[in-house]
């Protein structure tokens, strides 16, 4: 199995910088692809950003491009989501996940992802 642990959400301000983080343990050997996802109550979860697990490979939302950054530490099994100028709009559970599929930029639906984090809660003020 893989476990994924997400950390670095809170509140903060329109304009302000967050990183969150996602490390990975158990059967890694397991995971060709990480990705970033967010979901607000009553929508569906939104994919954010997808990392190969070598970080050869990368891919941002439309919505993203410009203002988040996904990058990954293979070293620490960490995958991060640096998210600048946070706007309203960005408030969301935020969400690790990662799948045994050969990276494609096009693997964006929930379905492709077999682990999940537990999410963590991004707030950005107006």
């Known amino acids: 199995q893989v476990q994924l642990v997400e950390s670095g959400g809170g509140l903060v301000q329109t304009g302000d910088s967050l990183r969150l983080s996602c490390v990975a343990t158990?059967?890694?050997?397991?995971?060709?692809?990480m990705a970033w996802f967010r979901q607000t109550p009553g929508k569906e979860r939104e994919f954010v950003a997808g990392i190969s697990w070598t970080g050869s490979g990368i891919t941002h939302a439309d919505f993203a491009k410009g203002r988040f950054t996904i990058s990954k530490d293979n070293a620490k099994s960490t995958v991060y989501l640096q998210m600048d100028s946070l706007k309203p709009e960005d408030t969301a559970t935020y969400y690790c996940?990662?799948?045994?599929?050969?990276?494609?930029?096009?693997?964006?639906?929930?379905?492709?992802?077999?682990?999940w984090g537990q999410g963590t809660q991004v707030t950005v003020s107006s």
């Open positions: 158990g059967r890694t050997f397991n995971i060709y692809s």
């Open positions: 996940a990662a799948n045994g599929l050969i990276f494609r930029p096009q693997h964006q639906q929930n379905y492709e992802f077999d682990y």
